[in-house]
């Protein structure tokens, strides 16, 4: 597939790591996962194996602004 479109801009690529880490919302805020949450949960109880699964706001302003350049095209409607 060419890279090229026909107005002459390159398509930039997503960075697939960051895409599956962040989510944007509808009113444009960065959200986050925790961390965590890969391995060694055996023990850990219910309750915190719960707050595991909620997202949360990115804070810094420069996390934020490298998200975006790293995953141009995550919350975009079309």
Do not use: N
Request: hydrophobic content about 25%; charged content about 45%; proline content about 5%.
């Amino acid at each position: 597939m060419p890279r090229k479109q026909k107005d002459g801009k390159y398509k930039l690529k997503t960075h697939k790591a960051t895409s599956k880490r962040f989510k944007v919302t509808g009113s444009g805020k960065v959200m986050r996962t925790k961390i965590g949450k890969g391995h060694l949960r055996r023990r850990t109880p219910d309750r915190t194996k719960r707050l595991f699964e909620r997202m949360i706001p990115v804070k810094t302003r420069s996390l934020r602004k490298k998200v975006r350049r790293l995953a141009p095209y995550m919350g975009k409607k079309k």
